[in-house]
């Protein structure tokens, strides 16, 4: 979308929607199952850092937060603790959700061919199961014929004319991945200021046309953003270095409510396009990069897409470092490594209206 054809007024509503109509998750902790374990609030189980111990040691959301309703919380509980209240919606303006409201349902149950009951496969768990992981053990390498495998899974995707428009470049360098974490902070932290700031954030009209407007969702920009933003430890050192000092300051693996733009990841492969690409570019990216992501779970890995380290490292000097020619652009970033804590399993989804056309019926059907 070009904010050449967009009016001031359109723009306006983009960079200034009516908080009034913002209406963030809540989630709730059933204190008769909690345990205070806190892994819903201790560790970066949750993405926007929502939660907050209570008086009597029970967690509770924050009473100003940001949550896109991403379940973690719910899926990483041991002792199924969590109740989902309300998911994050929009009532009004660019950004409306609609439609909403819409029904949260597990995965539906499998059938055979004829019908019957039956288990999910291999792949359905895998795909099912996935969580994006942001708890990484920065200090446990993965090896890189693992690597490798994750590699081949993208290698071998389905790309549009057998284009294959893509390139792999594997961080594993530690000084790297902080040089990395460094520059998109900085970009990071430049955009939020000016977003936040009235003075200011009409001055970002222009990155509406040159990234989308998208990026100026409120889940986004307040909860992406403003996590990082809020929580970045600004280290001077190495990572594993300050990893190590937190331990010895007793904290442990509980890192909350710190943040970094590399999630702490030991490995993050960038996935580079082709512009010239069969379109769509994007499609052909995502295709290989959720085959990797797959492949990455199923060997016991936890991974996350990781749009800002791929956005803000493509627009700094990191690119000539990197060898990315003309032509060729870093579109997504996957954050690899071992979990610290479990984070996977079945939660449910919105259950968006399928339309349906039969054989010998007419007109579509709507399965709700």
């Avoid at 007793?250 to 733009?261: F, I, S």
Wanted: include cysteine; glycine fraction near 6%.
């Amino acid at each position: 979308m070009s904010s050449k054809k967009m009016s001031k007024k359109k723009i306006q509503k983009i960079l200034r929607p009516d908080m009034e109509y913002v209406h963030m998750g809540q989630m709730k902790v059933d204190e008769s199952k909690c345990k205070k374990c806190e892994v819903c609030f201790a560790m970066e189980n949750c993405p926007f850092r929502a939660w907050e111990l209570g008086s009597d040691g029970i967690p509770v959301m924050k009473k100003i937060h940001e949550c896109f309703s991403c379940f973690n919380c719910l899926a990483a509980c041991p002792n199924n603790a969590i109740q989902m209240i309300a998911t994050y919606h929009v009532d009004e303006g660019y950004f409306k959700t609609e439609p909403h409201p819409l029904p949260y349902k597990a995965p539906l149950e499998p059938k055979d061919e004829e019908g019957n009951p039956t288990e999910y496969t291999a792949i359905e768990k895998t795909v099912l199961n996935r969580r994006s992981v942001r708890n990484f053990r920065f200090d446990k390498p993965v090896p890189e014929h693992l690597i490798q495998r994750i590699l081949e899974a993208g290698r071998f995707a389905p790309s549009s004319g057998n284009c294959q428009p893509w390139k792999f470049i594997v961080v594993t360098d530690k000084a790297l991945i902080k040089e990395m974490d460094d520059a998109a902070a900085k970009y990071i932290e430049f955009l939020y200021n000016a977003y936040m700031n009235d003075e200011s954030v009409d001055s970002l009209a222009p990155i509406i046309q040159m990234m989308s407007p998208g990026l100026f969702d409120p889940r986004i920009v307040l909860g992406g953003l403003g996590t990082i933003v809020k929580n970045n430890p600004h280290i001077s050192g190495p990572i594993d270095e300050w990893l190590e000092n937190m331990k010895e300051k007793g904290q442990g693996d509980k890192m909350y409510p710190y943040a970094l733009v590399s999630l702490v990841a030991p490995v993050i492969i960038l996935i580079v396009g082709d512009v010239r690409s069969i379109p769509t570019i994007e499609m052909n990216i995502g295709i290989c990069g959720q085959n990797m992501n797959l492949v990455a779970n199923s060997l016991g890995l936890g991974a996350c897409w990781n749009g800002f380290i791929a956005r803000f490292v493509n627009v700094t000097a990191l690119r000539n470092k990197f060898g990315i020619k003309k032509n060729w652009n870093i579109l997504t970033a996957l954050c690899i490594g071992y979990p610290r804590f479990k984070q996977e399993g079945m939660v449910p989804r919105e259950y968006r209206p399928v339309t349906w056309f039969r054989e010998g019926k007419e007109g579509p059907e709507i399965q709700e």
